[in-house]
Antibody, heavy 119, light 107 residues
């Protein structure tokens, strides 16, 4: 069974840092790109970042460029999102999802991890 | 960035109703348009990919159509479990933007 499980969320002060992790199982992790999507409380979905299977291709939404870094460790079947210089508006549930490619969308999602940026 | 605009933002419908949700892109996304269903406190669920392809395991009452800039999600006969929020997403280019969502509520 395909599973992705996020962890690492919590309360952090503005300007602080947090590292999210996503543990994958049930599929060959090194064959798939991965994506982070976030959802602010009571708001819609926002695509955040993508990393290809080999880490050669990486994309970010403009609002996190220069502050967030996506990475992966295929040997550990894990995806990461390093978040620095956090702002109030980064408060959200962060989901990781297996990226089936631009043709197929995001089929497998984790349950999400809540990041709260507040003083 | 490609802006995705859904209409309506919310709707009230009864069980058995036919429901249509529209999604318009600010520029062509070809057929690279996906639809998701999200229930409160849950992760989104992929319903439709490639504008009109039904994801495995999704009931056939869900269908998608369109290409270019105009897309539609149709639920042919609304069921109790379909009350949720629906999002379109373009996967033509990055950032792979989502629409703002359409909340389907019980009438």
């Amino acid at each position: 069974e395909v599973q992705v499980v996020e962890s690492g969320g919590g309360l952090v002060q503005p300007g602080g840092s947090l590292r999210l992790s996503c543990a994958a199982s049930g599929f060959t992790f090194s064959n798939f790109g991965m994506t982070w999507v976030r959802q602010a409380p009571g708001k819609g979905l926002e695509w955040v970042s993508y990393i290809s299977s080999s880490s050669r291709t990486i994309y970010y939404v403009d609002s996190v460029k220069g502050r967030f870094t996506i990475s992966r460790d295929n040997a550990k079947n894990s995806l990461y999102l390093q978040m620095n210089s956090l702002r109030d508006e980064d408060t959200a549930v962060y989901y990781c999802a297996r990226d089936e490619g631009y043709t197929y969308g995001l089929e497998y999602w984790g349950q999400g991890t809540l990041v709260t940026v507040s003083s | 960035d490609i802006q995705m605009t859904q209409s309506p933002s919310s709707l009230s419908a009864s069980v058995g109703d036919r429901v249509t949700i529209s999604c318009r892109a600010s520029q062509s996304t070809s057929i690279y348009l996906n639809w998701y269903q999200q229930k409160p406190g849950k992760a989104p669920k992929l319903l439709i990919y490639g504008a009109s392809s039904l994801q495995s395991g999704v009931p056939s009452r869900f269908s998608g159509s369109g290409s270019g800039t105009d897309f539609t999600l149709t639920i042919s006969s609304l069921q109790p479990e379909d009350f949720a929020t629906y999002y379109c997403q373009q996967s033509y280019t990055t950032p792979r933007t989502f629409g703002q969502g359409t909340k389907v509520e019980i009438k």
